[in-house]
């Protein structure tokens, strides 16, 4: 009966005692390590204990591979209190045994503030490369697809990306599974809202963590056989022609309290060509519409109210871009943000000519409603890279701001009618063939309040759009398997 090794991190003894106490209770579990990160620790009656230096290192799974001697391994991610449900590791191993799982999590309740909420994940699927895929804290590995990919790890030393590359590895040769069921209960440390989350991988403080997270998924995508070498399509920008430069677009829907600010950005700046504004106002209720109309004085400014009601921000671009009137560059402003100086847009076009690529994506800085600035401050997105940046950016959420096109590439490719993600489905597609130029000046503030689109998702819509980019990874390694 006795089928699991259990592997618990260990860092606050009179938590661990109640963990540890449960795992016991299982006729299913053999023994207990706990994997401490620090030294001094004592071993709980009926326990092992491990020095590690991170649980998340290669260092570490090394040092459980070793001691997988059952059929199963759990790891337990977290030093605060795990609560199974009831006969939880037997659906789990009944599960895997069935599925023929490398891996099985499940479901969880989380305990916010006292509070018991229900916590869903979502399934794994192969384009699921973002190092920040919540499986839930506790893991189940079968041992020798654990040990099988720790075999592959020989030379790899990863202070960080220890345990993202052992699921890399593990899903190369087998299924990790997702199972729809509540199994555990833990407590969720990380309280903020999702507005709040969603630009941590791209914090400065962060980029040790974020080189090793590169390395470790360039060398899945090569496993795989996804991996594109740095070598692009040539643009002729002289073969077309255009009557404007460039265009700015603009998607809105009701952003009274911004939208003139983003209009008024645009229409400062200093361009040695000639470029227009093009607005895409999709049935706004609340005076957006009346705000727009005071500028279309001036004959930069195209106001468009599309009869279609079944348009996202996807669907808005593609009538801007498709507009006769669209520039050779289509250039993107949110309707929540600003440029950060009159020379953004001719820093743009300047760029698509310089780095011959048929987008370029610029540096921004996060700040408050006022403009001003609020941590992580300056996101550069440096993961973006002109020998790696389309593999890597197979592992991150997002390629950055502000992002513009070539638009006849743009028009070949469309957009897809969503409401997010849209960006990030083009830049890998467009990447797939064409160089992404880079632009490390702050060219555009981009600013967190309490009515953006994102600034709190309960867990449902968080789910759906995490599920949604991982089904554009999918699609995105599949056409470059067949592009090899």
């Known amino acids: ?6 592997f618990i991190l260990y860092s606050q003894p009179e938590q661990a005692v109640k963990t540890v106490a449960a795992l016991q209770q299982s006729k299913l579990v053999n023994t207990i390590y706990l994997l401490a990160p620090q030294k001094g620790l004592q071993p709980l009656q009926g326990t092992e204990i491990i020095e590690i230096d991170s649980i998340q290192s290669t260092r570490t799974i090394q040092a459980i591979a070793e001691r997988s001697t059952s059929e199963y391994t759990l790891i337990y991610q977290k030093s605060s209190v795990l609560q199974l449900g009831y006969f939880a590791l037997e659906r789990m191993l009944r599960i895997a045994e069935d599925s023929s799982a490398g891996m099985v999590y499940a479901d969880y309740y989380a305990m916010v503030d006292g509070t018991k909420k229900n916590h869903p994940v979502i399934d794994y699927q192969e384009g699921s490369l973002r190092d920040d895929f919540n499986f839930g804290s506790l893991l189940v590995y079968r041992s020798q697809a654990l040990k099988d990919a720790t075999g592959k790890m020989s030379g790899i030393d990863y202070r960080y ?3 993202y590359d052992l699921r890399l590895k593990v899903s190369q040769t087998h299924p990790l599974v997702h199972i729809n069921e509540y199994l555990y ?3 969720e440390e990380d309280t903020r809202k999702s507005g709040e989350k969603i630009f941590d991988y791209v914090d400065p403080k962060n980029r040790k963590v974020q080189i090793e997270m590169e390395q470790a998924c360039t060398e899945h995508v090569k496993d795989v056989g996804a991996f594109l070498k740095p070598q692009f399509k040539t643009i002729a920008f002289n073969d077309t022609h255009f009557e404007f430069e ?7 829907r009701n952003r009274i309290k911004t939208i003139s600010d983003a209009i008024e950005s645009v229409l400062k700046q200093k361009a040695a060509f000639k470029f227009n504004l093009i607005i895409i106002d999709n049935h706004s209720t609340d005076g957006t519409s009346e705000a727009i109309e005071k ?4 004959k930069r400014v195209i106001h468009l109210l599309p009869e279609r009601d079944d348009l996202g921000i996807g669907g808005c671009w593609n009538t801007g871009v498709h507009h006769p009137q669209c520039g050779k560059f289509a250039v993107q402003l949110d309707s929540d943000d600003v440029y950060s100086s009159e020379n953004t847009l001719q820093t743009i076009v300047d760029a698509f ?25 300056i996101i550069d997105h440096k993961e973006w890279t002109p020998q790696n940046g389309r593999n890597n950016a197979l592992r991150i959420n997002g390629l950055g701001a502000p992002r513009a096109f070539y638009t006849p590439v743009l028009r070949d490719i469309k957009v897809p009618n969503t409401s997010y993600g849209e960006d990030y489905a083009l830049g890998l597609n467009i990447s797939r063939n064409y160089q992404i130029g880079r632009i490390y000046d702050v060219l555009y503030l981009c600013r ?13 819509k968080m ?14 390694l599949q056409a470059r398997k067949k592009q090899k």
């Open 161 to 163: 990306a220890g345990l």
């Open 1 to 6: 009966m006795k089928k699991i090794n259990a």
């Open 353 to 377: 000519y310089e780095q011959n690529c048929a987008m370029v994506v610029g540096t921004y800085k996060m700040t408050n409603f006022a403009m001003e600035e609020i941590p992580p401050g």
């Open 246 to 252: 460039a265009s700015v677009i603009i998607p809105v």
């Open 448 to 460: 967190r309040w309490e009515d953006n689109s994102d600034a709190s998702l309960d867990i449902v």
């Open 463 to 476: 789910n759906a759009h995490n599920t949604y980019k991982d089904r554009i990874r999918t699609w995105e």
């Open 295 to 298: 500028f279309t004085h001036d």
């Open 185 to 187: 209960t833990e407590i």
